[in-house]
């Protein structure tokens, strides 16, 4: 049988047998680079008589770097001197031990469980503060405020926003001997860190999809309606739970890909005999048939400018290609010629660029196509990946391998694995940038 609805079926491919409450991501793998910068993070200083945070803030710093691949922190052991202000900074000693950039910091007490955090950034041989910033935290947002930090320094450094602050959806499925299996769609931290469960279910849940404003999930699952369990779409607020239903025709009600405005859905439905595409005006509750073709269409997803929408079809020989169609409809032109099999594609965040799935030599592979020069690049290393996305700075990719997470970068020179002590983890989607 042809792969029928291309990947709708590896949304149900969850087998395994264990189980575990709480997602920690570990970076375990990572290419080594020469050309990764040296950096030296003092641990930040604190206020006398204060009490010790509840987060190391120079640690979290230096392993966000870390774990980006293109930084090299300098072990805290090696440090010539921990100096916390800037008068104190002797750049001879840095200089000495060719040591180009130095973060130091300080923690200072204000009212009742609120601190003033101070960081600076030094380029050490022009002996200048290249940043200088404060930041607001309370013992429960020390963490983000550390990871906001760390995306000050991406940016002094790097001409680049760093990804630090922003969040994962994925979905899991978590098993019990004797017991049907529950799926749970959650969020969490880049590193994995502060899961939140959004939704369980002893039904499949998938395609989860960002609002561009970070702020609501589109996701499919099947519900009872009119009596019958149905494959439907739903959109739910992140702050409140609060899930909307969008769309519960009989067959097919999947892949909800959000406009960049915020004011439309894309997804596919079969309600006319067909699985096509459609645009739903989240505002009016109205439906627009966006394709027609006697063909599979699915896997809708928006070009960055929302002009035009990227899709997967078989309308040639029947074998799964990315097209292109102009919001308003017309003729789609097709993207991919290389290989017999291109699906899940979807725009990085400047528009230049696509990432989707490609088979080569029956593997299913990371792909990066170039729509300027058409140049297809293979990103990705193990055999059988799925569901790319990028990251908002357009530099990273997550996507799912086996029943793991993997980041890739887009000249796949960092390859990162991200180890989950839950045994299925699927269909990762990087947020927007929500400040």
């Known amino acids: 049988m042809l792969k029928i609805i291309f990947f709708f079926i590896s949304y149900f491919i969850f087998i395994n047998n264990s189980y575990a409450e709480i997602l920690n991501i570990d970076i375990v793998g990572g290419k080594e680079d020469n050309g990764k910068k040296a950096i030296a993070i003092v641990p930040f200083a604190q206020q006398t008589g204060m009490q010790a945070l509840p987060q190391n803030i120079a640690g979290i710093v230096s392993k966000n770097l870390t774990s980006s691949g293109l930084f090299n922190p300098l072990d805290t052991k090696k440090l010539p001197e921990q100096p916390f202000y800037a008068p104190q900074v002797n750049f001879a000693r840095w200089q000495a031990i060719n040591m180009p950039y130095l973060v130091i910091g300080r923690a200072i007490s204000g009212k009742t469980g609120v601190y003033q955090i101070e960081f600076e950034l030094f380029d050490v041989y022009d002996q200048k503060r290249l940043i200088g910033l404060a930041y607001q935290a309370t013992t429960q947002t020390l963490k983000q405020v550390s990871n906001k930090i760390t995306d000050d320094i991406y940016y002094a450094l790097m001409g ?88 519960a025709y009989r067959g097919l009600n999947a892949a909800p890909a959000w406009s960049p405005d915020g004011q439309y859905l894309a997804f596919t439905l079969s309600k006319d005999n067909n699985p096509e595409i459609y645009i739903y005006s989240i505002k009016k509750r109205q439906f627009k048939r966006l394709t027609n073709n006697p063909a599979i269409d699915t896997e809708a997803k928006w070009a960055p400018n929302g002009k035009s929408i990227v899709f997967t079809s078989d309308r040639y020989k029947k074998k799964p290609q990315i097209y292109r169609i102009g919001v308003n409809g017309g003729k789609a032109r097709r993207l991919t010629f290389k290989g017999r099999y291109n699906a899940r594609a979807s725009f990085s965040p400047d528009g230049k660029k696509l990432t ?68 299925e983890v699927r269909e990762p989607t990087w947020s927007p940038f929500t400040q």
């Open 160 to 247: 680049k926003r760093g990804i630090f602050s922003t969040r994962i959806a994925y979905v899991s499925v978590h098993r019990h001997t004797g017991q049907k299996p529950q799926y749970h769609l959650s969020i969490a931290d880049v590193n994995g860190e502060n899961p939140q469960l959004m939704l369980r279910s002893n039904e499949p849940v998938f395609s989860p999809s960002w609002s561009p404003d970070g702020k609501n999930i589109a996701y499919v699952t099947y519900s009872n309606i009119a009596k019958r369990k149905r494959m439907a779409i739903y959109i739910q607020e992140i702050s409140t739970g609060k899930q909307s239903l969008i769309s």
């Open 356 to 423: 989707f799935l490609h088979q080569q030599k029956g593997q299913y592979q990371i792909a990066v196509l170039n729509l300027k020069t058409k140049k297809l690049k293979i990103v990705s290393k193990s055999k059988f990946n799925d569901s790319p996305s990028f990251a908002p700075n357009g530099e990273l990719i997550i996507y799912s391998t086996g029943n793991e997470l993997a980041i890739v970068s887009v000249d796949g020179k960092i390859q990162k694995r991200l180890t989950i002590p839950i045994s």
